[in-house]
């Protein structure tokens, strides 16, 4: 099938990181995908070599003939020109919103909703509803296959000692990825129990009051594979937003996550629902990091014990992993919608 994926850059190239990995998912098991976005110029970074079977189109290209799937992600609404030319065609495509990741507990009531469009050039049209999530009642998420098998195979030593980035004996390698209001201070004072070497990705910034136990190290934008391979090398990751978060699953190690703070404090919500899903319960103390790192109460951030943080993360990481990941859910649902007459694609 030709895969049609629209794509907005806000901030933070989150939104670009996800759609990227979705698109080379979907090219690796021989689909067709052409990747429509307002600004590709953090692909020279993120994916320097590109992906076979992925075409990067300007978002103000003029429209051309429909795929058999369009996805708009987070939302993103299509440009009005290619609108019309969905509804123009004989056989609509299918035509899907890949919604952002939560555990709150509507996504499951909301994942494959229709929303008929009743006004402009979309009228007449189904758009699908397919959120991503951590239950077989949702749309999963992204893994690529074999992703498993590359981790266990990787060998952090010579790939850290390669760029300039090796822990010294005794050393903990923790990664840091956050947003400008992460208390990276008082992470700091927390990393001060034990000789570290902090790798600040991204832009982030070295805390102010380093400690003589802690080094840093600031390191350039990374390519997507070296990304996931810095977060298979760490003993402890601090990860923001949506991608980042799902590679910290497959490492299998302990994290700390950084969601996109909200004025509404719906970021809160959604911390805690993902808390339930993992089982923070069964570490003593990580709720209480993962909500001060969060900013969403005061007080000194406290590292929970390793082992029974490691030992959680690896749990939660094997019970998804029981799961289809979620180009394999939405590639059936395409076929399903496709082939079966008793799903229309118009209202």
Not at 266 to 279: D, I, N, P, Q, S
Not at 300 to 329: H, I, K, M, N
């Amino acid at each position: 099938m030709r895969w049609d994926l629209f794509c907005r850059v806000i901030d933070n190239h989150g939104d670009l990181g996800v759609c990227w990995r979705l698109a080379c998912d979907l090219a690796s098991r021989g689909e067709a995908v052409r990747l429509w976005i307002d600004d590709a110029s953090a692909l020279a970074w993120m994916a320097p070599a590109g992906q076979t079977g992925v075409q990067v189109i300007d978002w103000r290209a003029p429209a051309r003939t429909p795929g058999e799937v369009v996805i708009e992600l987070f939302g993103c609404d299509p440009p009005e020109s290619f609108v019309a030319a969905m509804a123009a065609a004989g056989t609509p495509p299918l035509w899907i919103n890949l919604e952002y990741l939560s555990a709150e507990s509507w996504v499951e009531r909301s994942h494959r909703l229709p929303s008929p469009q009743g006004a402009g050039a979309a009228g007449g049209l189904l758009k699908w509803f397919f959120f991503p999530g951590f239950t077989a009642a949702t749309g999963g998420l992204l893994r690529e296959p074999g992703v498993l098998a590359t981790r266990q195979g990787f060998d952090r030593q010579p790939w850290l000692a390669a760029r300039g980035w090796a822990p010294q004996a005794g050393e903990r390698l923790v990664s840091l990825f956050c947003y400008p209001d992460a208390p990276t201070d008082a992470l700091s004072a927390a990393l001060a129990d034990a000789p570290t070497l902090l790798l600040l990705c991204g832009g982030a910034r070295a805390p102010t009051s380093a400690s003589l136990a802690l080094r840093c190290a600031a390191l350039p934008w990374l390519s997507q594979p070296d990304y996931d391979r810095l977060l298979w090398s760490c003993d402890l990751n601090f990860v923001r937003g949506e991608d980042s978060l799902v590679r910290a699953l497959w490492a299998g190690t302990p994290f700390v996550w950084q969601l996109y703070p909200q004025h509404d404090g719906v970021h809160a919500t959604k911390l805690a629902a993902f808390a339930r899903v993992f089982g923070s319960a069964r570490v003593h103390g990580l709720d209480v990091l993962w909500r001060r790192w969060n900013g969403l109460e005061p007080g000194p951030l406290l590292l929970p014990d390793a082992t029974s943080w490691r030992a959680a993360s690896e749990s939660f990481r094997s019970a998804l992993l029981g799961q289809d990941d979620l180009v394999t859910r939405l590639l059936g649902f395409a076929r399903d919608r496709l082939h079966s007459p008793a799903n229309a694609l118009r209202c």
